[in-house]
């Protein structure tokens, strides 16, 4: 019975050695999906706070400036761009173009080198909020539904590039991501 017990040993040791590995290779993995990081905003007065959750497909943004405010959230699973707009104390939320938008990965890649001026612009683009509001927000899931919470909220499209808009300019609240992109929300709602 005592040379039973050896082989079963061996074969114990065989399965432990390498979920150590694995463990030690996951955990440093994990470690990299989650990036979190605070930028001062050029020509402004305010930060953004910006954190990636690689895992959930997530980019949350919190931008402090005192003429702009807004926070917003970069659903890059179900494509979904939503932008809570203080000063106009709405929500707004928009299919997200994901060929235009800077992917996770040049996200995650500028918030760990510090500089995101590396990284190309891109156009800025241009939403015109529409009337109806959004009367279900947990269908769009919690981490939007928590965002949008308490403000009225509303769809938004994106404008085709070179399309004249006939919307007053004033009505235009603009919103910058890093130096990757800018985006313009425009549209006639309550105190839009």
Same mark, same amino acid.
């Given at each position: 019975?005592?040379?039973?017990?050896?082989?079963?040993?061996?074969?114990? @040791?065989?399965?432990?050695?390498?979920?150590?590995?694995?463990?030690?290779? *996951?955990?440093?993995?994990?470690?990299?999906?989650? $990036?979190?990081?605070?930028?001062?905003?050029?020509?402004?007065?305010?930060?953004?706070?910006?954190?990636?959750? %690689?895992?959930?497909?997530?980019?949350?943004?919190?931008?402090?400036?005192?003429?702009?405010?807004?926070?917003?959230?970069?659903?890059?699973?179900?494509?979904?761009?939503?932008?809570?707009?203080?000063?106009?104390? %709405? /929500?707004?939320? +928009?299919?997200?173009?994901?060929?235009?938008?800077?992917? *996770?990965?040049?996200?995650? @890649? %500028?918030?760990?080198? #510090?500089?995101?001026?590396?990284?190309?612009?891109?156009?800025?683009? $241009?939403? $015109?909020?529409?009337?109806?509001?959004?009367?279900?927000?947990? #269908?769009?899931?919690?981490?939007?539904?928590?965002?949008?919470?308490?403000?009225?909220?509303?769809? +938004?499209?994106?404008?085709?590039?070179?399309? +004249?808009? +006939?919307?007053?300019?004033?009505? /235009?609240?603009?919103?910058?991501?890093?130096?990757?992109?800018?985006?313009?929300?425009?549209?006639?709602?309550?105190?839009?």
């Amino acid at each position: 019975m005592q040379l039973h017990k050896a082989p079963e040993s061996n074969n114990m @040791k065989c399965l432990i050695e390498p979920s150590i590995l694995v463990i030690f290779f *996951l955990t440093q993995s994990l470690a990299l999906m989650n $990036t979190s990081d605070s930028h001062p905003l050029d020509g402004s007065v305010g930060t953004q706070i910006i954190h990636v959750d %690689a895992f959930r497909g997530m980019v949350s943004i919190r931008d402090n400036n005192v003429f702009s405010e807004w926070d917003g959230i970069l659903d890059y699973k179900n494509a979904l761009l939503a932008a809570k707009l203080f000063s106009k104390m %709405a /929500c707004v939320l +928009a299919k997200m173009d994901q060929v235009v938008f800077p992917s *996770l990965s040049d996200i995650s @890649k %500028a918030l760990s080198k #510090q500089n995101s001026n590396h990284y190309p612009a891109t156009h800025g683009l $241009t939403y $015109t909020v529409l009337p109806s509001r959004v009367k279900n927000l947990a #269908q769009y899931g919690m981490p939007i539904k928590n965002l949008c919470r308490a403000v009225p909220t509303y769809f +938004a499209q994106q404008q085709k590039e070179g399309t +004249a808009l +006939a919307m007053d300019p004033n009505s /235009c609240f603009e919103v910058q991501l890093l130096s990757f992109m800018g985006l313009s929300i425009c549209g006639e709602i309550t105190g839009l």
